[in-house]
């Protein structure tokens, strides 16, 4: 994983010091939702946050298709509290466009967001993934002939 991390550096009795300002910082937390039964299995490498307002942050996470059968999964994103909406940009994400996922496959997706100014006053923001399951067709695609019959 690579990233990137500001520090601020301050100067206590003659000695440099890292210096966190949490005060300044929004909690941030990353939820999932899933229809039930749904065949995936999803994991969240890192649910948790405090972001800085203007730094970049990414979340990652893994979905698996446990089932026998072809799924393809939508994603669609909840911001909480929603007046929070106007103060927080998707920057990257790998999951705007439905998923498809045969029997056993699994896949990384992260996303990364910038908070904008007043991100930091308020509640804690919580975003969630939401799972929208849609059908998959079982029928085969056409056959094509290679051969011209002119």
Known sequence: IT???TFDLVRDQGRWKIFFDWASRARIKFNVITP???GIDIRVHRNKFLAKQDEPFTTAFRIKNISNRPLVAQIVHHIEPPQMENHIDMI????????MLQPGEARELSSAYILRDGAG???PLTITYEFKMEPTSSTPPPATNSQDRS
């Open 3 to 5: 990233g990137k991390e």
């Open 36 to 38: 039930h039964a749904a």
């Open 92 to 99: 990257m994400c790998g999951a705007l466009r439905p998923l």
């Open 121 to 123: 006053d308020s509640a």
